[in-house]
């Protein structure tokens, strides 16, 4: 299957040097190209691509809105592009539904890999990126000082599975951590998520964080390993 690509980017050069690294795979088609954020949300309209790589800061909508827009329109996936890796993007481009996020000196092999893995419905974050979101939340200060009530709708075997999301596990190595099968780890895996009204694994780990149910000095999301040398899919 073809996975179908819009790339919006305000320069014209990278646009084009995306588009062209990206169109040349035999699986991957560039059906648009955008010059801002209203132009991308129009061309997902328009083609219904499977995955939107989206520059975080073009003129008129950023890329935060557009993601924003296109997230909340159908099933197009986003992967946001920028030069800067600050907290702030970072923390609003996920929010927003991105499932991934990438520096514009990313490798080409590492965006074709980023792009195939966003439209099979996992997420990526590029290392300095996803090493910046664990230290933010892994800082006492950003926890909560008392369990959140927004984790009261969770089994404890949901919670189980929430904590072992967070670090990283595959389906595989939950059902071996918890001793389930793996059709019983995809039934938590998915009423977490529903629960939780969270949109994909990227924003579970978001979400452990965030209650707290990760506290500082745990393993980070893979083990001491994560985040490794290429971009890092949170893993199905």
């Known amino acids: 299957m073809t996975i179908r690509v819009v790339v919006a980017d305000d320069q014209e050069l990278v646009r084009s040097g995306f588009s062209m690294i990206l169109d040349v795979q035999p699986d991957i088609e560039v059906v648009a190209e955008a010059g801002d954020g209203a132009e991308a949300v129009e061309a997902v309209r328009r083609h219904a691509p ?35 890796d600050s907290d702030e993007y970072v923390y609003d481009a996920l929010h927003a539904g991105a499932s991934g996020f990438l520096l514009k000196d990313v490798r080409r092999e590492d965006l074709v890999h980023a792009v195939r893995v966003v439209a099979r419905g996992d997420s990526l974050l590029a290392p300095s990126v996803a090493r910046r979101l664990v230290e933010q939340y892994t800082r006492p200060a950003a926890r909560p000082r008392r369990p959140d009530p927004r984790l ?85």
């Open 50 to 84: 499977d995955v939107a790589l989206l520059d975080v800061r073009m003129p008129r909508v950023d890329g935060i809105e557009a993601c924003r827009e296109i997230s909340a329109g159908g099933a197009c996936r986003t992967v946001m592009l920028t030069t800067f």
């Open 152 to 236: 009261d709708v969770l089994t404890g075997r949901e919670r189980e599975t929430l904590l072992l999301l967070a670090r990283g596990l595959s389906n595989a190595e939950i059902a071996a951590e918890l001793v389930v099968s793996d059709h019983t780890v995809k039934t938590h895996v998915g009423n977490v998520l529903a629960k939780l009204g969270l949109r994909d694994r990227i924003q579970a780990v978001i979400c452990a964080y965030e209650t707290g149910l990760i506290a500082a000095g745990d393993p980070p999301p893979g083990g001491a390993g994560w985040p490794g040398p290429s971009p890092a899919p949170v893993r199905h």
